[in-house]
């Protein structure tokens, strides 16, 4: 007698699981039009409020340039002058003009290459290019040294241009000696034209570095000049459509199986009673 039994047990949980399976079944074949019908009417409502929402365009930039530079994009120094040039201060205040192109901009810079991406944002293709070209003209002006950093590097400047003087006129008159001398030129005057010609080229490579802190940042730093995005950015109608599909999708079926959990329930005395308590206690709060 006791086999029997634990036959009937073993079977119970698994004929309760395929019960179960089945109520759940049935639940989405009650409510199939609802669960299909329900999230593409939403998914075409956000698509069709998509269409109506208003467009961004992105305008990208690439220079060859480091984090101080990204800073500098963003400070007043560069913002106010753009937004006076734009003619953004007619309307708003000098803050509220700089704060706008602030949320319009963004700059990051690639930790791998090193480039600096310049990102700015607009309703019009033609004003996100602009800004964009006009930040850039702003910073170059702005990376230009100024007051004593200036004169520090003119003074730099003028004596590495003397050094390279003084070096290749020595090394000529000490080449014309050796010529003159032929073949007794000793090997100490070849050694000395030799490290004359190092003491110029060390010199000119100073003058080369030091004229291009004195520039700034120029369009030869320049990778990819602004665009003139054809595509706006935003709103990502696609994506919107799909979410909200996928988002009414799960709340339509979250409902169903509550609703049905309720009837269920109302058929259980037991459910019921609990139920019963349930509401009591919220009409209570």
Request: net charge positive; with cysteine.
């Amino acid at each position: 007698m006791e086999q029997p039994l634990l036959v009937s047990e073993a079977i119970q949980p698994v004929q309760q699981d395929e019960i179960d399976l089945l109520d759940i079944l049935v639940t989405l074949a009650e409510n199939i039009k609802l669960l299909i019908l329900g999230p593409l009417f939403v998914g075409l409502c956000a698509l069709g409020i998509a269409f109506l929402m208003p467009k961004t365009f992105e305008s990208i930039a690439v220079l060859k340039s480091e984090q101080a530079t990204a800073s500098l994009m963003t400070t007043a120094a560069v913002l106010d002058p753009v937004a006076a040039s734009l003619g953004l201060t007619k309307d708003d205040s000098a803050e509220e003009a700089r704060r706008q192109l602030r949320e319009q901009i963004k700059v990051a810079v690639g930790r791998n290459d090193k480039l600096l991406t310049l990102t700015v944002s607009a309703p019009a293709p033609q004003q996100a290019q602009a800004i964009a070209q006009a930040v850039l003209q702003q910073t170059y002006v702005q990376s230009r040294p100024k007051g004593s950093e200036l004169a520090r590097l003119e003074t730099q400047l003028k004596d590495a241009k003397a050094r390279t003087k003084s070096a290749e006129d020595a090394a000529g008159a000490l080449l014309k000696r050796m010529e003159l001398n032929g073949t007794s030129s000793s090997t100490e005057s070849a050694r000395g034209y030799a490290e004359l010609l190092n003491v110029a080229a060390a010199a000119q490579n100073q003058v080369a570095a030091v004229q291009t802190l004195l520039e700034g940042l120029t369009d030869a730093q320049l990778v990819q000049a602004p665009t003139l995005p054809q595509k706006a950015s935003k709103p990502k109608k696609g994506l919107i459509a799909v979410g909200a599909t996928m988002a009414a999708g799960l709340a339509l079926m979250l409902f169903v199986f509550v609703r049905q959990a309720v009837r269920g329930a109302a058929k259980d005395a037991d459910a019921a009673s609990k139920m019963a308590r349930i509401r009591r206690a919220l009409a209570l709060r």
